[in-house]
């Protein structure tokens, strides 16, 4: 399944029938009014009033929820809405602060103290980050908590793997369910998540952003497994960022802001820029073209030149050359090299052949801090990992890359400190507590805006941004896409990474393409999302 | 003391709270617990008592909270590392096989540092394990836990060698004219010393930074594995210092028994200091605090007329309390009995 | 159905296992002279080591979550006294002392494991303060050094001499030309018992693999529906009753209660799971390889003393020395695989 028969392109953004045939039956919303109506009136779950407080936060305020028996149910918002928040009171992760949950056949209002409490009453999960044991095999983690067992209660292993191999090739995902977890990649192991939480029995399938560590096949599978769920009476509440995929599959909406609960619409009565506009809680302009007319006149100083750099096993040796102002994109599938690619011209990851030079510079790269003395920054594609250091405050995540920059021993005073902070703050709209709140209490769409100042703080002429936009919500993507834009006019040059071919049409000025480790194509000028598309697939458009 | 608390704000807090209970219930059990006197030209006093012996803890506890801070993770080597940087400097000094010697082969203030440099050699090899080979800190140190000592015992010869040479006793009691125990000015020394680079450099930050999240560090600039490797020589050349003022107290290089379960307090100076072995955000001031703190119960302890070997019983009662009393779970529950949130137990119950 | 594959947790209990044969054939080479190819010498150190064996079995088990116990030492020097103290000077039976030391192991773990999994302490912190408290307990009880004689209780007394004898064939005749019998004490079937009940519990019940899965990632067993505070709880349990039991052995071995008794012994059993192949970060190893840690570790100090020249600390050298070998096989392992990915 790896590599096999997917047709497409990871983006989300296209058009309906290239999902595969599963989709092409026809509009969800048809499904929802002909063969879900008798369903109709079985409530599956209600959740109503639900408040919950963090210190500081106002997460929940009056949310609520309605989840019927038989339908797809996606849960929208920005980042910051409570979305997570809401799903992990009702798992049982958090308790709740005030409201009442109420599940069909069971007469009293209910709360979960664990998950497994939640299991019980038929409620299973898939959160967005992985949440099985790489240590453990793939037919464990399946099974664990409810093995099979002997005639001597003894765990009863062939039974377990054989009856695992046979959920697994269900689902046509070609794995040996004997070996650990670890050895299969992060697709692999959600779709296994996945699969597991379907075994569960459940009659609540909640899906945390399952899509975005998927790619296009894989995707277009769970789609058909949704559907297949939803046709056995199960209710899915399904979380994705990706508006595309709600009008693909799901029969309503319900959408929240603030913690507060905006409204539940059926997916026929609301039109994409409705939908928005309601997340948003302002008129939006439709993710409006926001590239100046004409495009800003990149001048013809280089700033980055790279020639034959390769890193080994994971990326072919490629050129590329960025000049000043300006905003290049790189594209491909997901493990096509993207990621490597720009890994490999910061210094991460250290290139074996090859030169980089830097405004004409040479510049032999040992550790990033080589590459930032020179003038780059990099925003890297997981922020948790990669990003975040989670428990220092927001001033201390944004001046960090300055301070390492000047060295150990010139300490920034704290005035200064405080100063560039409470700039970044403002300037970016960060939505925090005080600069002393620590990272990690902030929503995902704020993090990534912290890293950012990080980097704006160094001025930096060359600034790599892997995926900024991903898992955040509509308002900061395209706010990031003007920002994008905004530095570019000003003289920097960006490198643009993102899932969502619009969004890198809508800023880039030129475009990289990978494939399979290697640099294969460069499209500038007249670029549609079809032409793009066609590079990235490879074939007839070369 | 209002001053510390003042830098370091609430962090401070519990730590303190903790060391002024054991030093009150010394107060109520013994009235002239705080007073001292002058004996000889020198201070007596259970506060100086305590500020004395609780020299080498602390110093051990200012490079346990980095080594804590930076990887996450416990350096169990700094006892036989006290004991092999002792009997180093006693080899040196006195020469191999000797049992018992008043005059010194080398000048005796080489010999003392050459002792810190093992102490800083075994924490660049304790460093290289954890920063550049990614072992895990605890069993890392396990090798050099097991076979430092057992070095020093070999270098030794199997016996202790006693160092009967007057300036050679002045680092581990008194300087001739000076009132103040030496150890209480060594002490000072590292702590003012750790306390001014934190102050005057990032090192804290690039440490805290590392401890929390190594990748995004590296990628942002801090060279991680070099700033864990520093933590290790840091906390190595302490546990070296420590060595040799253990073995100035008793003018002996006792391979056995010097720095004897030294590493255990260094670690529960740092946990009583209310700093996560978790690693991450520290405290150096609370470790501090917190390795008088358990010098405190030691001395209570000895005045209470309870034997050294009895002794531990108390200890583990009054570590069992600090650190349930600081555990976040405890407090959370607590706050729920104290009626704050006595609505949402009874829905609870009512569920 | 596919086996698995050999990954390098195999690899690494083969290299364990292989290199335990290499040191004892050496040693049966070098010591020949010496008597130490005999059969009773490998019977020896199993005798010597029965209680360590059952330490490391419960060390493993508590690793594997992720967390560490560094009371049993003190623990086993407690028990020790506990049984000297009752048996030898008080004269009681010693059914019920062994019932009741048993006991305090439950009530032991349970107190740790509650620390540890529902106050959410240290594991660390936690267990040094019950090496603490046993320790300071075993000094309240007695500071002398007592034992136990035939006089004092002849029941325990026969126990402990009791002789398990080995078929013939596996012994060698003395220099008189009598046949000596291989033998095996009472204590050595109690360890070996232990490993073998330890090693279904961990491969065939839903309690070992939920050990593996709370070392594994703790949060994700949480979301799978583990009870994850009480299999921690448990973990601490058992370690602190197989500890007794390990205790138990070690009593029956010295007939002796000290203060000082089995001084270290949490590091040597921390050492022989790791040598074993356990991971300190949890999640990874089996009672097998500490099996195997702990009869290295026995053959080292045999080795040692069969030499009689070589000073003690040359067995400490030799286990750090193995230690070292075995931890950056370990990381270079980890290396590889992460190379692959």
């Known amino acids: 399944m790896q590599s096999g028969e997917k047709g497409g392109s990871v983006f989300q953004n296209r058009p309906f029938s290239q999902y595969g045939e599963a989709f092409c039956a026809g509009p969800s919303q048809l499904i929802y009014t002909e063969r879900v109506k008798h369903m109709e009136d079985q409530i599956l779950l209600t959740m109503r009033n639900v408040c919950k407080a963090f210190p500081g936060v106002r997460a929940l305020e009056n949310a609520q929820i309605t989840l019927r028996k038989g339908e797809i149910h996606a849960l929208m918002g920005e980042n910051g809405a409570g979305k997570s928040t809401l799903i992990k009171v009702l798992t049982g992760v958090y308790q709740f602060d005030s409201g009442e949950i109420r599940i069909q056949g069971i007469n009293e209002p209910v709360i979960n103290r664990s998950t497994l409490e939640a299991q019980k009453n038929g409620i299973a999960t898939v959160y967005q980050e992985i949440n099985l044991c790489p240590n453990l095999s793939v037919a464990e983690n399946l099974f664990i908590g409810r093995e099979p067992k002997s005639r001597l209660g003894l765990i009863d292993w062939r039974t377990m793997n054989k009856r695992a191999k046979k959920i697994m090739d269900d689902l046509d995902i070609d794995v040996d369910v004997t070996l650990t977890l670890e050895n299969y990649s992060l697709a692999v192991q959600q779709m296994i998540a996945i699969a597991r939480a379907v075994d569960m029995d459940c009659r609540i399938l909640i899906l945390d952003e399952p899509t975005s560590s998927l790619d296009d096949g894989e995707v277009a599978k769970l789609f058909k497994l949704m559907l297949r769920l939803k046709e056995e009476g199960v209710g899915i509440i399904f979380i994705t960022h990706f508006l595309e995929q709600v009008y693909m599959v799901c029969d309503r909406i319900t959408v929240l802001r603030n913690g507060r609960f905006v409204g539940e619409y059926g997916v026929g009565e609301m039109p994409r820029v409705k939908l928005v506009a309601a997340m948003l809680g302002k008129d939006f302009d439709d993710l409006a073209s926001i590239k100046p007319e004409g495009g800003a006149a990149s001048s013809e100083e280089v700033v980055v030149e790279a020639k034959g750099l390769s890193h080994k096993g994971k990326i072919k040796p490629f050129d590329f050359i960025i000049r000043k102002g300006e905003v290049v994109g790189v594209t491909g599938l997901l493990g096509s090299g993207r990621s490597e690619m720009v890994r490999c011209i910061y210094g991460a990851d250290r290139a074996q052949t090859g030169t980089l030079k830097m405004k004409g510079r040479e510049l032999k790269a040992k550790a990033p801090i080589d590459s930032i003395k020179a003038g780059m920054g990099f925003l890297p594609d997981d922020r948790k990992a990669d990003g975040l250091i989670g428990d220092l405050s927001v001033r201390e995540n944004i001046i960090l890359a300055m301070q390492a920059r000047e060295g150990i021993f010139k300490t920034l005073p704290p005035s200064k400190q405080n100063e560039l902070a409470d700039k970044f703050i403002e300037m970016l709209r960060i939505k925090t507590a005080s600069r002393e709140t620590p990272v990690s209490q902030l929503s995902g769409g704020n993090q990534q805006k912290v890293i950012l100042a990080r980097w704006l703080c160094t001025h930096p002429d060359f600034l790599i941004l892997d995926e900024p936009t991903r898992g955040i919500d509509v308002g900061t993507k395209t706010e990031f896409q003007k920002l994008i834009l905004k530095f570019a006019s000003e003289g920097m040059s960006v490198v643009f990474i993102s899932s969502e071919i619009e969004e890198m049409l809508r800023t880039c000025s030129r475009m990289c393409v990978m494939r399979d480790g290697a640099k294969v194509d460069e499209i500038e000028g007249d670029m549609t999302q079809n032409s793009v598309m066609a590079a990235i697939a490879g074939g007839e458009a070369k | 003391m209002n001053r510390l608390r003042g830098v370091t704000k609430k962090a401070l807090f519990l730590p303190l709270i903790c060391l002024v209970l054991v030093l009150l219930l010394n107060m109520i059990k013994d009235p002239g617990f705080f007073s001292i006197a002058i004996n000889n030209g020198v201070l007596y006093g259970r506060l100086i008592d305590i500020l004395n012996r609780g020299s080498e803890i602390a110093i051990l506890a200012v490079g346990q909270t980095l080594v804590v801070a930076?990887?996450?993770?416990?350096?169990?080597?700094?006892?036989?590392?006290?004991?092999?940087?002792?009997?180093?400097?006693?080899?040196?000094?006195?020469?191999?096989?000797?049992?018992s010697t008043d005059t010194f082969r080398m000048p005796m203030l080489a010999g003392m540092l050459s002792g810190v440099f093992v102490g800083g050699v075994c924490g660049a090899v304790n460093g290289s394990l954890v920063s550049k080979l990614k072992i895990q800190p605890m069993i890392a140190t396990l090798i050099l836990f097991t076979a430092a000592r057992a070095v020093g015992l070999l270098l030794c010869n199997n016996q202790i060698t006693y160092l009967r040479y007057e300036p050679y006793k002045y680092l581990g009691n008194f300087i001739p004219g000076c009132p103040v125990p030496t150890p209480i000015f060594v002490a000072a020394a590292v702590i003012s010393a750790a306390f001014l680079v934190l102050r005057k450099t990032s090192l804290g930050l690039y440490i805290q930074s590392v401890g929390i999240n190594n990748r995004a560090a590296r990628l942002l600039g801090i060279n991680s594995a070099r700033i864990c490797f520093l933590c290790y020589v840091i906390c190595g050349l302490c546990a070296g210092i420590a060595g040799i003022v253990a073995s100035s107290r008793i003018y002996s290089a006792d391979s056995n028994n010097i720095g004897l379960y030294y590493e255990l307090d260094a670690i529960l100076a740092v946990a009583l200091g209310g700093n996560s072995l978790g690693g991450g955000k520290f405290n150096m001031a609370a470790s501090v605090v917190g390795a008088y703190t358990i010098q405190a119960i030691n001395t209570t302890l000895l005045a209470l007329g309870i034997s050294t070997d009895q002794a531990p019983v108390v200890k583990a009662i009054i570590v069992v309390v600090i650190v349930t009393i600081q555990s976040p779970v405890f407090r959370a529950w607590v706050l729920s009995r104290t009626g704050r949130n006595r609505k949402a137990i009874k829905e609870g119950a009512g569920a | 159905m596919k086996r698995v594959s050999i990954n390098s947790n195999t690899v690494l209990l083969l290299i364990t296992i292989g290199?335990?044969?290499?040191?004892?054939?050496?040693g049966c080479v070098i010591y020949a002279d010496k008597g130490f190819s005999h059969f009773q010498t490998f019977l020896n150190v199993l005798i010597t080591n029965a209680g360590l064996i059952c330490v490391a079995c419960g060390m493993t088990c508590v690793m594997l979550t992720g967390g560490i116990d560094i009371s049993v030492g003190s623990l086993i020097a407690m028990d020790c006294m506990i049984l000297a103290y009752s048996m030898g000077v008080k004269g009681y039976p010693c059914v019920p002392m062994l019932v009741f030391v048993l006991a305090i192991g439950l009530v032991f773990g349970l107190v740790q494991g509650f620390l540890v999994a529902y106050m959410e302490i240290q594991p660390f912190i936690v267990t040094m303060a019950g090496m603490f408290f046993a320790r300071g307990m075993t000094a309240v009880i007695s500071t002398a050094q007592l034992s136990i004689t035939q006089q004092s209780n002849?029941?325990?007394?026969?126990?402990?001499?009791?002789?398990?004898?080995?078929?013939a064939f596996l012994g060698y005749m003395n220099n008189k030309g009598a046949v000596i019998v291989p033998f095996i004490r009472p204590t050595v079937v109690i360890a070996l018992a232990v490993v073998a009940i330890i090693f279904l519990v961990l491969r065939y019940t839903k309690f070992g693999r939920s050990l593996y899965a709370v070392g594994g990632s703790e949060s994700s067993a949480k979301m799978m529906g583990l009870d994850v505070r009480r299999t921690k709880l448990k973990a601490y349990v058992l370690s602190s009753f197989l500890c007794s039991i390990g205790g138990i052995c070690y009593s029956l071995n010295t007939m002796a209660g000290a203060v000082q008794?089995?001084?270290?012994?949490?590091?040597?059993?921390?050492?022989?799971?790791?040598?074993?192949?356990?991971?300190l970060t949890g999640g990874v190893g089996n009672v097998i390889g500490s099996l195997f840690g702990v009869l290295i570790n026995g053959t080292i100090n045999t080795l040692v003393i069969t030499n009689g020249k070589l000073l003690s600390s040359w067995a400490n050298i030799a286990t750090a020395a193995l230690l070292c070998f075995f931890i950056i096989l370990q990381s270079v392992f980890a290396l590889i695989k992460e190379r692959k990915k």
């Not at chain 2, 002792?86 to 191999?96: I, R, T």
């Not at chain 3, 290199?19 to 050496?26: G, T, V």
């Open chain 3, 261 to 279: 008794q089995a001084k270290g012994f949490e590091m040597e059993a921390i050492a022989s799971s790791v040598i074993g192949g356990t991971l």
């Open chain 2, 70 to 99: 930076a990887s996450a993770g416990t350096d169990i080597s700094v006892g036989s590392v006290m004991s092999l940087s002792a009997c180093f400097c006693s080899v040196l000094l006195a020469g191999y096989g000797v049992n």
């Open chain 3, 19 to 26: 290199l335990f044969a290499a040191m004892y054939a050496a």
């Open chain 3, 154 to 167: 002849p029941q325990y007394y026969a126990w402990a001499n009791a002789k398990i004898e080995l078929p």
